[in-house]
């Protein structure tokens, strides 16, 4: 499944402060693979079986480590309810937090770590407490992580945080859950502030986003448009390739805006068949065009409404001297240097391509068996990780002609790992970095099959 534009709203709030999807096989996609992070995101679990999930050290905070001191805190025998009400009373929420029953020794005082947080440590030898902690916040509709010594929790409007870890006793402290519970208000519809506001379908600021493209697409508009809004997104850290956020706030019209894309010769792709409301990817690759749309209800600083993103891609013009080029072929292993099961390495001239097996299921090469699949065509894995490097030049663009039959998506879906923008002509797939690099490296999302390289220099 792909990544949703609209999934990074807040990125895109962030980088407005201080903005994509990837683009499939066969156009043109931009990508800055460089400051990507994997993310952990948990559904909502069952009250009747909560069931949990592995732990990853990445998503928690470092744990608390303050000791009991009497001074600080009150002492209550339950969970406090009602002072953690008050303390929730003093922000204006939209979120509620929920009552918890639990009969333990705790304490618990507002503390300031360079910002406001309630902390509290009950007093428990039984790490189940967590689950009995969890439920009422499930309930609630927050969205829970839980493991045996951990839980989080995260409010629908992502106003309220609960961290808490079952820690065991040491020389200060007996065995004890501490928890914090940060609140901050979410101010409703803070993206409105950089958006622009148009009467109807905002024709002349799509034409000034096809223009500053210089691109001479056009797409289809929606019909009964009171109002819409726009922003174009430049200074997103994951593309580079800019692209147009049309915001249509109202009723749930997605079906009908793909009809209108098919009428206009557009390819749609459907994201995920289980989604409340359908999601689409369209497709015009002859233009370099990609769409994005979809209906989603109030949330990331918007109301409820339509989605739709357009990105024009920027194409890749010829290399600046065509005869600064290096070459590798694939039809024999004359360049092959280096042939492992867990490295391969191929060069000529400047020119050095290397596979590594990284995370791959694969060995480099694939099967011995029968010699490996090192030519005639060199076969590249999933998970499998290649750099293309060039020794005292930079790289001007990198062309690898590919088997069509088996496609160009595992090197072209890649995982890059600097800023490039990457162009698809049936099995040829042109690679150009954004700055000026002298090593590329990438890892390939499925299988695919190089015959030849062409690395033009500068």
């Not at 009991?68 to 309810?81: A, E, F, H, L, M």
């Not at 990331?300 to 072929?329: F, K």
């Amino acid at each position: 499944m792909k990544t949703k534009k609209v999934l990074l709203l807040l990125s895109l709030a962030a980088v407005l402060l201080g903005g994509c999807n990837e683009k499939r096989d066969s156009s043109s996609s931009s990508k800055d693979s460089s400051a990507a992070t994997e993310t952990t995101t948990s559904s909502s679990l069952p009250s009747s079986e909560l069931s949990t999930t592995e732990s990853s050290d990445e998503l928690y905070p470092p744990e608390p480590t303050t000791i009991i001191d009497d001074d600080t805190y009150t002492i209550s025998t339950s969970w406090p309810n009602s002072a953690l009400q008050a303390y929730a009373a003093t922000f204006d929420l939209k979120d509620t937090l929920p009552n918890v029953t639990l009969e333990r020794k705790i304490y618990h005082a507002i503390l300031d770590w360079g910002y406001d947080f309630y902390f509290l440590k009950v007093i428990t030898d039984d790490a189940d407490d967590l689950l009995d902690i969890a439920l009422p916040f499930e309930d609630a509709g927050y969205d829970i992580t839980l493991d045996d010594e951990y839980l989080y929790a995260l409010s629908v409007h992502e106003e309220i945080q609960l961290y808490a870890y079952y820690l065991p006793a040491n020389i200060v402290e007996p065995n004890r859950i501490e928890i914090m519970l940060f609140i901050e208000e979410v101010a409703e519809d803070y993206l409105f502030d950089y958006l622009d506001e148009h009467d109807g379908w905002p024709s002349d600021a799509l034409a000034s986003y096809f223009a500053l493209k210089n691109s001479t697409s056009t797409i289809p508009s929606l019909s009964d448009v009171t109002v819409s809004y726009t922003l174009l997104i430049d200074e997103d850290p994951y593309f580079p390739d800019p692209y147009f956020l049309i915001f249509i706030p109202g009723s749930e019209r997605t079906l009908e805006y793909k009809a209108l894309l098919e009428n206009d010769n557009f390819e749609l792709e459907l994201d995920d068949p289980d989604d409340i409301y359908p999601y689409y990817y369209a497709y015009k690759d002859a233009e370099n065009l990609e769409l994005e749309f979809g209906y989603y209800e109030s949330g990331e600083g918007l109301p409820a409404g339509m989605h739709i993103y357009i990105t024009a891609y920027t194409v890749i013009e010829p290399p600046a001297n065509s005869e600064q080029v290096y070459r590798l072929d694939f039809n024999s292993t004359s360049t092959l240097t280096t042939a492992t099961d867990n490295l391969g390495v191929w060069e000529t001239d400047a020119l050095t391509m290397t596979i590594k097996k990284a995370d791959s299921t694969v060995f480099v090469g694939g099967d011995k068996s029968n010699g490996g699949y090192w030519h005639s065509p060199l076969r590249v894995y999933a998970d499998q990780e290649v750099t293309f490097s060039v020794s005292g030049k930079t790289i001007d663009q990198i062309v690898v002609t590919t088997d069509p039959s088996k496609g160009v998506e595992g090197l072209a879906d890649g995982f890059f790992y600097s800023a490039v923008i990457v162009n698809t002509n049936g099995a040829i797939i042109t690679i150009k970095p954004t700055n000026n690099q002298s090593e590329i490296t990438v890892t390939i999302s499925s299988q695919v099959r190089f015959l030849s390289l062409e690395v033009y220099y500068a």
